[in-house]
């Protein structure tokens, strides 16, 4: 399996395919699989005791029927929680998941590209973690580390030459897509841009600078196809159907 596609862009399920089952759990990556996407994009927080958990926000509130911060509590702690409570029926009782626990589950079946949620000097460790992780489950063909953390970015590029960098960029950061990335001191190969901010100028530069686009989080059709016809490399989505 190669990473990029060639002639068309790859379709990347957002938090799993979220619109339809709750959001970073096995269940919503297993339905994107199912639906046919080629990849799936998951976020990546740190526990209390250092368990790179799949959840998007720094605590529970939102996404479960726990309360506290992600940082505080345990792995243990964090997946007593219900993470399909907001769905309810056949998805009531099912937990945040660790990353070892979704590359056990879904292998080398797919690509993955993991959103780190990691911006403290304390959360470094998590770094090799993840590395050691993709390493013991031969999936460094397979991944795509991106983070708004210019920081966590060196640190990969610190700790390995292998698995792909890439840079998010929010549409509060549109700057970033006029600076010249070499000074931000990383190794990375893709810009990810909220999909709001690319148009024929962005993707002229980007690949002046051979550098790969991945956007998010389009769910509207007709968007969609106005992004693939421009050229970009991956569209990340809520709604992976084709």
Do not use: C
């Amino acid at each position: 399996m190669r990473f990029w596609g060639s002639t068309r862009p790859l379709i990347f399920a957002h938090r799993g395919a979220s619109m339809h089952a709750p959001e970073n759990t096995l269940e919503a990556f297993r339905l994107a699989l199912e639906m046919g996407a080629d990849g799936i994009e998951l976020d990546i927080t740190p526990s209390a005791d250092g368990a790179p958990m799949v959840i998007h926000d720094p605590n529970l509130e939102r996404t479960t029927n726990g309360k506290g911060d992600v940082r505080q509590l345990s792995a243990a702690e964090i997946q007593r929680y219900d993470a399909g409570v907001k769905f309810g029926g056949k998805y009531s009782g099912v937990r945040v998941p660790t990353l070892r626990e979704v590359f056990e589950a879904f292998g080398d079946r797919t690509r993955y590209n993991l959103d780190m949620k990691t911006f403290y000097d304390a959360d470094r460790p998590l770094v090799r973690t993840v590395l050691a992780l993709i390493e013991e489950y031969k999936l460094e063909s397979r991944v795509l580390v991106s983070s708004f953390s210019l920081d966590t970015l060196r640190w990969f590029t610190e700790e390995t030459r292998t698995v792909r960098l890439g840079v998010l960029i929010s549409q509060h950061t549109p700057h970033m897509l006029q600076e010249d990335g070499r000074r931000w001191r990383i190794r990375y190969e893709a810009i990810h841009p909220n999909h709001t901010l690319v148009d024929e100028t962005v993707m002229r530069r980007a690949r002046q600078q051979r550098k790969k686009v991945a956007v998010w989080t389009v769910n509207d059709a007709e968007r969609k196809r106005e992004l693939a016809k421009l050229g970009v490399d991956v569209i990340i989505t809520d709604d992976p159907v084709r």
